[in-house]
Structure formats: structure tokens, C-alpha cells
């Protein structure tokens, strides 16, 4: 059974920084496309980046590049979100995703097959 376990979320004043963490269990991470997801309160799940099986490519939401980090290392089984200057809007709950797919990177929630727990992010202002 695939597990996914995310760390590193907190609170931080706006302008900090913070690097989530995604280790995952039970399956072959090196297949699997990962994205970042996140939820704000009484607002639907949105895309936050994604990286492909081996890291070359990536791809952000619009907004957030430049200030957010998608990363992956195959040996640790583990994808890294960083995140630098962060802002009170970027408050909310954090997830990784798997996708076991072989094809295209997705920006959409429903194309990934397993979950994590989600980690909270809170930006103070």
C-alpha cells in the first residue's frame, strides 16, 4: 500500500521561508509523477507545482514561480517543496499526490492516485 507522509509545515512570519517534505512508502517513487497541492479554507484544492519521474522538468502554478521549489530525490523515496517568501495568502494545507501514470505531468487533482495527509502552512502578516 502506497503511503505518503508530509513534513515540515509551521508558522512563519510572512517573507520566510519553509521546505515541506513528502516521504513515501510502499511502491516504486521513481515511476511515480509527484505534484504539491494546496487548500485554504472554504476554497477548492489548487495545483502548486509538479515534477516528473526523474526531476528534469517542472511545472508551477503561474503565480508561484520564482518563489516556489519543486524537488525529488529517488534514493530517499522523498519530494521536497521549498518555499521562499511566503506570503499570508499562501496559507493553507499543503499535499503531495503520486501519479502512477507514465504519461504527461497534470496540474489536475483527480489525475493523481495517492494522497497524503497534508501538512498545515500558516503565514502570519
Known amino acids: 500500500q502506497v503511503q505518503l507522509v508530509e513534513s515540515g509545515g509551521g508558522l512563519v512570519q510572512a517573507g520566510g521561508s519553509l521546505r515541506l517534505s513528502c516521504a513515501a512508502s510502499g511502491g516504486t517513487f521513481s515511476i511515480w509523477i509527484v505534484g504539491w497541492f494546496r487548500q485554504a479554507p472554504g476554497k477548492d484544492r489548487e495545483f502548486v507545482a509538479v515534477?516528473?519521474?526523474?526531476?528534469?522538468?517542472?511545472y508551477y502554478k503561474d503565480s508561484l514561480k520564482g518563489r516556489f521549489s519543486i524537488s525529488r530525490d529517488n534514493s530517499e523515496n522523498t519530494a521536497y517543496l521549498q518555499m521562499n517568501s511566503l506570503k499570508p495568502e499562501d496559507t493553507a494545507v499543503y499535499y503531495c499526490?503520486?501519479?502512477?501514470?507514465?504519461?504527461?505531468?497534470?496540474?489536475?487533482?483527480?489525475?493523481?492516485?495517492?494522497w497524503g495527509q497534508g501538512t498545515q502552512v500558516t503565514i502570519s502578516s
Open positions: 499526490a503520486v501519479r502512477k501514470s507514465i504519461l504527461q505531468l497534470s496540474t489536475t487533482p483527480q489525475d493523481y492516485d495517492y
Open positions: 515534477v516528473s519521474r526523474g526531476g528534469g522538468n517542472r
